[in-house]
């Protein structure tokens, strides 16, 4: 095996590669690009494209694709191949600049919101040269933006850079104002932890609901679940710990960088979590990550649940956003230093946050909002659907300092008392971790807990990026006339009405108790529970002003958003209850009529052996299974009515409404019955994996 310097990025055109390959001005006008987001003229494409081509076949390659993001949630590809026949029946490998920096992939078939017919089928993917170009199964994948004919973005890449740059401008605007005039650019940073379930190929064959939804809609709970604790970082099973291995292997050479893996709380989970990036290049990597996830999980025999909520009774799966901001010398705005309550930059930056976390908490919450994320969010095993902040000790007395107009006391660092004269001394941190918080302050950065494990990345942190861009530029207003200690005043004056203004966000306590919630509806924050709830937040007028301000949507584009966000939430229901139907009439009653023939045989064979020998417990077990049948079969037929009365809507939020509102609750209902035959029925009449069967034996 090759070491892992050695082994890390082998199968990506990084700017190692590009330095050997290129000539040494096409290098330096391609950083160009990269960094400071220069027009790339067609030479220097057609350069580097011959130098991609080269080193793609030099490695195996036959074909390339503009590797782009659709709004499915997924990624898209299409494979042309390098071959150019040169007659004589011979062929050429042939990559010019024009094929590296637009394709036309068919754009009919993808979610458009509106934004294109059905007949018009023209779209452009163009090469984004942020992020670097990767080998993947013999193909040289480049990724790219995807836009419609008129110019429309139908992708998650395309907004996402727009609200990078428009942060860039803003942050760097304030910080040239408060006399840092090296800074010409500020990049996001983003580092995703993913977390994932490991289940083996056998029972996923076997279960629809899996195949079909990516979550059990039946099933009863195992005798043992997770609270006894004892998965969570716990010893790594063998077979696991080999999936693992390869796993980090594939990422590795994808230039990935895979740093952390442990089990999770709930029994067959577990978690991933790489070094951050900037945040075009960590939205890319984690689209890769989740595809490469599945993809040597079935090397293993085992495929990967990446569902926020696979099986009922037990934590779900969420994606952690550690977001930060790094400008072009090098430094990360979120860093305190070792006197915070005088590092005025990072206080400016902090209040920030704060103010853009509290004035676009819808934004962030309709972000992370979707039909499998709405099983945890609020449910105790995620943050809250409440939007608040979680700042620590230290920075909770910084900010409170600001309020008052008081000097902050920066105690000295406390060493840590173990009580074990053996072990090493050390000091502890300023504060502890909250992870009942939806955006929590971690050190240098903060941790957006909220993400679903399945969904890109790209919407929180377009949100994020837009909310906080907004914030800045309104400090800029307020700052551009001010000089020298007049510039001082006034941004302690700024600090502290911010913190004023917005401090009802802040929140250090315990976000899964009943008393928050009461609090937060007091302080008048948002607590929208459904994702039909909290979607139209999307349109309203003073958010689209704010895309449209900003650059990052069109009024148009974000009304497709919506529509999009609304049709998804209604099909992933859809096939939900159609499928829960399909298993209960073809699998479930006919296994619990199977179950009560069996009853109903035993009953009789006692009876005609002695009449006076007892069939008390099998006529009881009779009477209850013949009651949960009857119930159920008149669910399903409700259920079956609702679904036909849900498809005949035609207004999509009236859709959900119902979906959520009603055909929900029966579902919910539906599995209760069917659970609770499920506990009592004997193994090889269920007729599907169970619980134990699935979450036990990986």
């Not at 008392?417 to 929590?440: C, I, M, Q, W, Y």
């Not at 939900?576 to 073809?586: G, I, P, R, S, V």
Request: aromatic share 8%; net charge negative.
């Amino acid at each position: 095996m090759a070491r892992v310097p050695e082994l890390y990025g082998s199968l990506v055109f990084n700017e190692k590669v590009m330095k050997d390959k290129l000539p040494k001005d096409v290098f330096k006008a391609l950083k160009k690009t990269m960094e400071q987001g220069t027009h790339l003229e067609l030479d220097v494409a057609n350069s580097v494209a011959v130098a991609m081509k080269e080193w793609a076949v030099e490695n195996g390659a036959t074909h390339f694709t503009h590797w782009f993001q659709p709004l499915t949630g997924a990624t898209a590809e299409k494979h042309d191949s390098f071959i150019s026949p040169v007659g004589g029946g011979e062929v050429i490998m042939e990559f010019s600049g024009k094929e590296l920096v637009k394709g036309e992939p068919d754009a009919s078939s993808f979610p458009s919101g509106g934004l294109r017919a059905t007949f018009e089928a023209r779209g452009y993917t163009a090469w984004d040269p942020t992020s670097p170009a990767f080998l993947k199964d013999g193909t040289l994948c480049i990724p790219t933006a995807f836009c419609s004919y008129s110019g429309e973005a139908l992708d998650k890449k395309t907004p996402l850079l727009r609200s990078m740059e428009a942060l860039s401008k803003e942050a760097t605007k304030v910080l040239n104002l408060l006399g840092n005039t090296e800074v010409t650019s500020v990049t996001t940073t983003v580092g995703p932890e993913q977390e994932y379930f490991l289940i083996d190929e056998k029972d996923y064959a076997k279960r629809k609901d899996l195949i079909f939804t990516g979550r059990t809609l039946l099933g009863a709970p195992s005798p043992k679940g997770q609270e006894m604790d004892d998965h969570y970082f716990g010893s790594i099973r063998p077979r696991v710990s080999a999936y693992m291995h390869d796993l980090d292997e594939e990422l590795w050479k994808l230039g990935i960088p895979a740093k952390t893996k442990h089990n999770e709380v709930a029994p067959s989970q577990h978690e991933l979590a790489p070094i951050f990036d900037t945040t075009n290049v960590a939205v890319d990597h984690n689209q890769l990550m989740m595809e490469v996830m599945k993809k040597v999980a079935h090397k293993h025999g085992y495929v990967c649940l990446l569902h926020e909520k696979p099986f009922a009774g037990i934590n779900g799966s969420g994606k952690h956003n550690n977001w930060s901001m790094s400008t072009n010398t090098g430094l990360n705005l979120l860093e305190p230093g070792k006197t915070p309550g005088e590092n005025t930059q990072f206080l400016v930056f902090l209040m920030a946050v704060i103010k853009a976390v509290d004035e676009h908490a819808d934004l962030l919450r309709l972000s992370v909002a979707s039909a499998g994320n709405d099983h945890r969010l609020g449910a105790n095993e995620a943050p809250p659907a409440i939007i608040s902040m979680f700042l620590g000790d230290e920075l909770t007395a910084v900010v409170d300092a600001i309020e008052k107009g008081t000097l902050f006391s920066n105690e000295k660092r406390v060493q840590m008392e173990t009580g074990a004269t053996v072990l090493p001394h050390f000091f502890k941190d300023t504060t502890d971790r909250n992870r009942t918080s939806p955006f929590a302050f971690t050190g240098n950065k903060f941790e957006f807990r909220s993400l679903g494990s399945s969904a890109s990345v790209a919407n929180p942190n377009i949100m994020l990026n837009t909310a906080v861009a907004d914030v800045l530029a309104g400090f800029y207003e307020e700052l551009k006339g001010y000089e020298g200690e007049a510039l001082q005043d006034a941004v302690k004056a700024l600090l502290k009405k911010t913190i004023i203004e917005h401090k009802r966000v802040i929140f250090n306590g315990n976000g899964y108790t009943e008393e928050w919630v009461e609090e937060a509806a007091k302080r008048g924050l948002y607590n929208f529970k459904s994702t039909p709830e909290v979607l139209p937040r999307l349109i309203t007028p003073e958010n689209i002003a704010l895309f449209v301000k900003h650059g990052i949507y069109t009024e148009t584009e974000a009304m497709s958003r919506y529509e999009i966000l609304l049709e998804n939430y209604c099909k992933t229901l859809h096939i939900e209850t159609c499928t829960l139907q399909d298993m209960l009439n073809h699998e479930f009653l006919p296994a619990t009529l199977k179950y009560a023939d069996q009853l109903t045989a035993s009953i009789l064979a006692k009876k005609q052996v002695c009449t006076s020998i007892s069939t008390k417990a099998e006529e009881k077990q009779l009477a209850f299974a013949t009651e949960k049948y009857e119930a159920l079969y008149e669910l399903v037929e409700k259920l079956h009515a609702d679904t036909v009365a849900a498809e005949g809507m035609e207004d999509l939020l009236e859709q959900a409404t119902f979906y959520h509102e009603t055909i929900i609750p029966e579902m919910v209902s539906a599995r209760e019955l069917a659970d609770a035959v499920e506990a009592v029925m004997p193994k090889d009449v269920i007729p599907y994996p169970s619980y134990s069967d699935m979450l036990f034996y990986v």
